[in-house]
């Protein structure tokens, strides 16, 4: 059957739909790991998750979240917030002074 009709039968608007999405997913993910790091890509894939269960249950109303789901996106939420505040001053001038001090003992 594929030979007489091709590879292509029975693509859909929505089959070439999902397949663009795939491409410009793998292109996402190239400029990211290119871009910033291994750990925003992580944070990212968390977010999309969290994203996608969240409109299946508000748009087509297949998915009811439970506790655990509501925990781990509380979880992913928190960990995204504390990486993109960064290293608090406090901390920073802390292991600023321990190093002066480590430097300090080694010359002695």
Do not use: H
């Amino acid at each position: 059957k594929i030979a007489d009709n091709g590879f292509m039968q029975g693509y859909s608007m929505l089959v070439w739909a999902v397949i663009a999405l795939q491409a410009i997913g793998g292109l996402v993910v190239a400029a990211v790991l290119k871009y910033a790091d291994n750990i925003l890509k992580c944070f990212g894939n968390a977010l999309s998750i969290v994203i996608s269960c969240l409109m299946s249950s508000v748009l087509l109303q297949e998915f009811q979240p439970d506790l655990l789901f509501v925990l781990g996106t509380l979880c992913v939420l928190v960990a995204t917030t504390l990486y993109s505040l960064g290293v608090p001053n406090s901390l920073l001038r802390l292991t600023s002074d321990k190093a002066k001090v480590e430097d300090a003992l080694a010359k002695v």
